[in-house]
């Protein structure tokens, strides 16, 4: 995927385990009602590694072609990550859509509420600091590399005890608050899908698509499909094409570019924004 450089790893990565529990099975609505805690504590683990991992390169390239392209319509990014990297890269917001939400995103667990807040704490409240301990480089948990000395990075600890999670009420209605993730098991944005049905009903010439499966819908099929279907062309950074559930394979494509997308992306993209190189900190520098 675009953030695999920075170091994160896919949703299904590591054997799609966490603490002996399938991650796709802490992702749904049941999990939260039956154990809000437990779904807390590994989202806060998400949060957490996505906040110790930086946007590269590919991200500021996509932001600044949002910036010089997408005032008048004639950009936009649809995106299936929820690691907030996009927002770190100084995305436009106006030119993004989060499908699957945002794990910084923080709302009521009713779907009656409105509460949302964006909370960028690491952790949200002390009963959700993520345990870390020292291993050796082999034995390394997924995730971007932190702070490290003889005895081996810090990383994830799976094998400390999880701290009781308190279960605070919003004031406002008295449910808890949850992830601002899309489940599943549950719809995505009605609003965002048919604001992004009429963009592409007014014709767009370009889709690329980058380091999705093709699995999930209707961000990976359904728009590429139309857009080619409507005349447009597509095309598509990814490290193994093949190995994705794109119905046809690499022939549903215009153009293939098969490796690092935070590569690819910045030598495609260049001919419009420019040099895109990195500071020392992490920060992009335009040439």
Known sequence: GLSAASGLPTFRGAGGMWRNYEVTMLATPKAFEEDPGLVWQF?????????????????????????????????????????????????????????????????????????????????????????????????????????????GELVYDENASLQPVPREAIPKCNNLLRPGVVWFGEMLDEDMLASIDRWIDGGVDLCIVIGTSGNVHPAAGYYAHEIRRSGGKVAIVDLDVSAGGWRGGKEAFDWVFEGDASKIVPELLRPLIGEITMTENGDAAEA
Not at 60 to 70: I, M, N
Not at 104 to 113: E, G, H, I, T, W
């Open 43 to 151: 989202y806060s683990m998400r949060r957490h590694m996505a906040l110790a991992a930086k946007p590269n390169v590919a991200h500021f390239a996509l932001a600044e072609l949002a910036r010089r392209k997408g005032d008048d319509g004639g950009f936009r990014t649809l995106t299936q990550n929820v690691d907030g990297l996009s927002v770190r890269a100084n995305h436009p917001p106006e030119t993004i859509d989060y499908l699957h939400g945002h794990l910084f995103d923080v709302q009521c667990f009713s779907r009656s509420c409105d509460y949302k807040v964006q909370d960028f704490r690491d952790p949200i409240i002390p009963e959700l600091a993520v345990p870390l301990a020292r291993q050796s480089l082999a034995r390394r948990a997924p995730g971007p590399e932190q702070d490290s000395n003889a005895e």
